[in-house]
C-alpha cells in the first residue's frame, strides 16, 4: 500500500456542485496582454498599429475536448479514481509551448519552452490538423523573413554594422502620432477614427499597414480644404514675432564666436550631450557664409552656445560679452515662449530649451530657479516621446535614435541636478520611462544620411558619451536619493542612508578607475570632465550625511557622516589636479567656472564650505574641551582677514595669500586647521572673482570674511564678535568697489546711482529695512549698498537651528545683517 504510485485525479466538480467555466478567449493573444480590444481580424487592427511581428489566435480547447471526449479511454480503479490515457493529455498540450518550438529550436531552448519528446504522442498531434498547419504557416513566413533580410545584409556587407544585443523594452500601451506621444488614456487610443467612414473612403496603406483616408475620395479632398482654412485662420491671428536685429548684430567677430563656440564644446557639450557636432559645425559654418538664410532655431543655438562659451572666456572683450549673452539668453526665452509652441515641439526645440536652461545657470541669469523651467523641458520631452525608447516608434534611422537617446540622459541629469538644489522631489522615476542609455559611440560614427546599423566600441574605449553613459548608471540610484531626501511623509532612516551611500560610493569608485585608465589613452577625456562627473555624483554623498553630520556633534553614532562630509567637502572643493598642458593654471575651464555659474555649482559650492567651516569650529571647540585650557606654544602665525582686506580696495589681490610666518604665542590648535582654513580662504578668493566677473550678489564675500576673521579670533583668542564686525564691514566696502569695477567694464561708463530710485522702507515681507546709523559707515558702501544683499536664499541653506554659524550680529532677516551693525559696536 504505501509503494503504491499516487495518481493524477480529473474531476469535473470540485466537490461542491459543477466546475465553473470560464468563457473562451476569442481576442488574440497580444491583445489579451495588452489588456486592448481586439477586432478579431487575422491581423487584428491593434496589432497592426504596432506592428507585431505575430498576431496568434490561442485555440479553444473546451472544443477540441468536446469532440475528443467520447474518445477519451477512461479506466475506473478500485479505489474510484478516475485515470485518463495517454492520448488526453497529449491532446491538451499547451499551444504556445507547441508554436516555439516548431519555430526555432533555439528560441525554445533560450526561454526555456522546450517541450520533452516524451510528452508529445505523435497520434496526438496529426489529429491537431489545423494547429500544425497553422505553425508550419508561421514557420514559412519567418523563413522568408529572414531570407530577405540575410539578402538584404550581403548586399550591404561591405558598410554594414550590425546593431548591439542591447535589451528593447516592450511597446507597452500608447501612441505616437505625428511625432507627438499619447498614452493609454488619451482619447485618441479609445477610438479607431475611420471606422465610420465606410469602405469606400478609407484604405490600408501597404507600407505602415494602417488604415487611411483614400486620396482619390471626394471626402479627402474636402478634409484638405478644411486643414488649408484652418492654418489660414491661424495665421491671421497669430503674428510671428520679428527677431530683433540689434540681438543678431550683438554677436562679436568670428573669431571670436569660434574662440566661444570651442571652449562650450570643451566643456559642458562632453558633460550634458545636447548637439551632434559635426552637424552644428555645417550649420555654424552656413550662417557666416549667409547670416540672412539661417533660420532662427540654427541661430538659437548659435547664440547660447556663444553664450554658454563666454565664462570660459579670457579675453579682453570679456566685459561687453557679458553684456551680451544677457540679450542672446532673452532672445531665446523669448523665441521658446513664443505663439505657435507646437512648431517648436521637436528635437531641435528641446535643444534650444536645454541649451537656454545651461546659459541661464553658466551666465548666472535667474539660474537658481532652473527647476521650474526644467519642469516645461521634462514635460515637454516626454509629450514628443522621448521617454519611451525609440525602437517603438518603427522607422526612425538611426542618427535619430541616438540622438533622442543622448536628449532624454541630458533632460533626466538637468532634472536629477535641479532637484537636489531646489530641494523639492524630481516627481518622476525609473518606472516612467524605459528609454535606453545612448551608444558609446563618437559623433563622427553617425550622421542622418546613414541607413547601415553600427556597432558601438567597447566600454573601455573613450568616446564623446563616455561621460553621458557614466551618468546614467547611476541616474535611478540618484532619482531615488533626491526623492528620499525629499520626502514630506517619512525621513531617510540611517540604516538605509548608509546602503544608498555604499551603493553610490561603488558607482564612484568604478567611474574613477575607468576614467583614470581613460587620461592614458587618445582620445581622453579633459580634467574638466573628470571633475565635472565627480562632482555631480559624488554630491549627492554629501546630501545624504548632512543631516546626520549635523547631528554627530551630540552623537558619537554619527561620526562616520560627520567624516564622510567633511572628505566629501574636501574632494569637492580641490582645484583640477593639472591643466591640459600636464600643469597648474589659474585660469582653467573648471575654476573659471566657478567664477561665473550659479544654480548647480552655487549648490554644491555652499555646501561643501559651510561644511568645512563648521567642521573647523567643531574641531577648535572639541581641542579646548579636551584640555580645558589651550597651552600657548610657539606656533606659525596665520595672516588675519583683516590683514587680507585693506582699507585700499583698490590695491586688494584676488590671490592674496599669507605674509611671513613669524612665531609668536598663540593657541595650540587642531591638525586639520590649516588645511581648512586654507581652503576657507581660498572660496574668499573666488567671491572676490565672482563679483569682478558681473556677481551682483555681496553676500558670499561677506560670509567668507566674516567665517575666516571668526576663526582666526578663536585662534588667537581675541573677541570673535568684534573681529567678525570689522570683518563684515570691510567687506561690503570692497564688494562695493569691485561691483563698481564690473559695471564699468561691461559698459564703458561709471555706474550712476541716481538713476534708480531709492528702496522702499519695506521689503516684500513688510520688515522695516530703514538703515541705522549709517553715517558711520565713511560712505564706502554707498546709498545703494542694501540692493547688494538681496539675491542669495542664505535661510534655506542654514534653516537648520542646530547650525550656528558663531556671527552674533547676523541673525533675523539677513538684509539687516549689515544695516545694524553700528547699533551692536
Not at 504556445?96 to 518550438?101: A, K, V
Not at 469602405?199 to 479627402?220: C, D, H, Q, W
Not at 555706474?751 to 528702496?759: A, E, G, Y
Not at 545703494?784 to 536664499?793: A, N, V, Y
Request: glycine share 4%; aromatic share 8%; hydrophobic share 35%.
Amino acid at each position: 500500500m504505501g509503494s503504491q504510485l499516487p495518481h493524477l485525479q480529473l474531476s469535473d466538480t470540485d466537490g461542491a456542485g459543477p466546475m465553473k467555466r470560464r468563457r473562451p478567449a476569442l481576442a488574440c493573444v497580444e491583445c489579451r496582454r495588452r489588456k486592448v480590444k481586439c477586432d478579431r481580424k487575422k491581423p487584428c487592427s491593434p496589432c497592426t498599429r504596432i506592428k507585431s511581428l505575430t498576431c496568434t489566435y490561442r485555440p479553444n480547447h473546451r472544443d477540441n475536448d468536446r469532440g475528443t471526449r467520447s474518445h477519451t479511454s477512461v479506466s475506473t480503479s478500485q479505489d474510484g479514481l478516475v485515470h485518463t490515457s495517454p492520448q488526453t493529455s497529449a491532446q491538451s498540450i499547451d499551444f504556445d509551448s507547441l508554436l516555439i518550438q516548431n519555430l526555432d529550436p533555439s528560441i525554445s531552448d533560450a526561454y526555456g519552452f522546450a517541450l520533452e519528446s516524451s510528452r508529445l504522442n505523435p497520434s496526438a498531434i496529426e489529429d491537431n490538423s489545423h494547429f500544425i498547419s497553422t505553425i508550419k504557416a508561421l514557420a514559412a513566413k519567418v523563413r522568408e523573413l529572414e531570407e530577405s533580410l540575410s539578402i538584404v545584409s550581403d548586399r550591404d556587407s561591405s558598410g554594414s554594422r550590425a546593431l548591439p544585443i542591447r535589451p528593447v523594452p516592450s511597446p507597452g500601451p500608447g501612441r505616437f502620432i505625428k511625432s507627438k506621444f499619447f498614452g493609454e488614456s488619451h482619447w485618441v487610443n479609445a477610438i479607431e477614427p475611420y471606422e465610420a467612414l465606410g469602405g469606400a473612403s478609407i484604405v490600408t496603406n501597404p507600407n505602415t499597414k494602417r488604415t487611411e483616408i483614400n486620396k482619390s475620395s471626394e471626402l479627402y479632398a474636402l478634409a484638405v480644404e478644411c486643414k488649408r482654412m484652418a492654418r489660414t485662420i491661424k495665421a491671421a491671428r497669430y503674428s510671428s514675432p520679428e527677431f530683433p536685429t540689434e540681438v543678431q548684430s550683438s554677436l562679436p567677430s568670428k573669431n571670436v564666436c569660434d574662440e566661444l563656440v570651442r571652449a562650450y564644446f570643451r566643456t559642458f557639450e562632453g558633460i550634458y550631450r545636447v548637439l551632434h557636432v559635426p552637424t552644428f559645425w555645417n550649420e555654424y559654418e552656413r550662417y557666416w557664409k549667409d547670416t540672412s538664410t539661417t533660420s532662427t532655431s540654427v541661430l538659437m543655438k548659435i547664440l547660447l552656445v556663444c553664450a554658454i562659451g563666454t565664462a570660459f572666456y579670457t579675453g579682453d572683450r570679456k566685459g561687453p560679452l557679458r553684456n551680451s549673452c544677457s540679450k542672446w539668453i532673452e532672445a531665446a526665452e523669448s523665441w521658446l515662449s513664443g505663439p505657435h509652441k507646437k512648431s517648436r515641439l521637436n528635437t531641435t526645440g528641446i535643444q534650444v530649451h536645454i541649451l537656454l536652461l545651461l546659459a541661464r545657470q553658466v551666465c548666472s541669469m535667474d539660474g537658481d530657479l532652473i527647476w521650474i523651467s526644467a519642469g516645461a523641458l521634462l514635460r515637454s520631452a516626454m509629450h514628443i516621446g522621448l521617454h519611451r525608447d525609440p525602437s517603438h516608434f518603427g522607422k526612425l534611422s538611426c542618427f535619430h535614435i541616438e540622438i533622442r537617446r543622448r536628449l532624454w540622459a541630458t533632460i533626466m541629469e538637468i532634472t536629477v541636478q535641479s532637484s537636489l538644489d531646489i530641494g523639492i522631489s524630481p516627481m518622476i522615476s525609473p518606472r516612467d520611462f524605459d528609454t535606453l542609455p545612448p551608444s558609446n559611440i563618437n559623433d563622427n560614427d553617425i550622421n542622418e544620411r546613414m541607413t547601415t546599423p553600427f556597432r558601438p566600441r567597447a566600454p573601455d574605449e573613450f568616446t564623446q558619451t563616455s561621460v553621458q553613459i557614466a551618468f546614467c548608471k547611476t541616474l535611478s540610484l540618484r532619482l531615488e536619493i533626491a526623492r528620499r531626501i525629499n520626502d514630506l511623509h517619512s525621513s531617510l532612516s540611517y540604516d538605509e542612508t548608509l546602503r544608498l551611500t555604499s551603493e553610490l560610493t561603488t558607482a564612484c569608485r568604478s567611474d574613477a578607475h575607468l576614467f583614470q585608465s581613460f587620461l592614458l589613452s587618445t582620445p581622453s577625456p579633459t580634467p574638466f570632465h573628470v571633475k565635472m562627473l565627480d562632482v555631480l555624483v559624488r554630491r549627492f554623498i554629501l546630501n545624504l550625511h548632512r543631516p546626520f553630520f549635523v547631528k554627530a556633534k551630540a552623537s558619537p553614532k554619527y561620526y562616520y557622516s560627520r567624516k564622510l562630509c567633511l572628505d566629501t567637502s574636501l574632494t569637492i572643493t580641490q582645484p583640477l589636479p593639472f591643466s591640459r598642458e600636464g600643469i597648474a593654471e589659474p585660469d582653467d575651464d573648471w575654476t573659471l567656472l566657478g567664477h561665473r555659474c550659479v544654480g548647480f555649482w552655487k549648490s554644491i559650492w555652499l555646501y561643501s564650505i559651510t561644511t568645512i567651516y563648521l567642521e573647523l569650529l567643531l574641531q577648535i571647540d572639541e581641542q579646548k574641551q579636551e584640555v580645558g585650557a589651550f597651552p600657548l606654544l610657539p606656533v606659525r602665525k596665520h595672516r588675519s582677514v583683516d590683514e587680507t582686506l585693506p582699507s585700499d580696495p583698490a590695491s586688494h589681490s584676488s590671490h592674496s595669500i599669507p605674509g611671513p610666518s613669524t612665531p609668536h604665542l598663540q593657541r595650540a590648535l587642531p591638525l586639520q586647521f590649516d588645511q581648512l582654513r586654507a581652503v576657507i580662504d581660498s572660496a574668499r578668493a573666488s567671491t572676490e572673482a565672482r563679483l569682478r566677473n558681473g556677481e551682483t550678489n555681496a553676500k558670499g564675500i561677506v560670509f567668507m570674511a566674516c567665517a575666516l576673521a571668526r576663526i582666526d579670533a578663536l585662534a588667537s583668542g581675541a573677541n570673535p564678535d568684534m573681529a567678525v564686525l570689522v570683518a563684515a564691514k570691510k567687506s561690503v566696502a570692497l564688494s562695493a568697489d569691485l561691483m563698481r569695477t564690473a559695471y564699468r567694464e561691461e559698459n564703458g561708463v561709471d555706474i550712476n546711482l541716481t538713476l534708480h530710485p531709492p528702496l522702499s522702507d519695506e521689503d516684500h515681507m513688510g520688515a522695516d529695512t530703514r538703515p541705522r546709523h549709517m553715517e558711520s559707515w565713511d560712505g564706502s558702501a554707498g546709498e545703494g549698498f542694501r540692493g547688494l544683499m538681496e539675491d542669495m536664499d542664505w535661510e534655506n541653506l542654514m534653516q537648520d537651528e542646530s547650525v550656528d554659524f558663531g556671527f552674533g550680529f547676523l541673525e533675523g532677516s539677513p538684509e539687516n545683517w549689515f544695516l545694524d551693525v553700528q547699533s551692536n559696536s
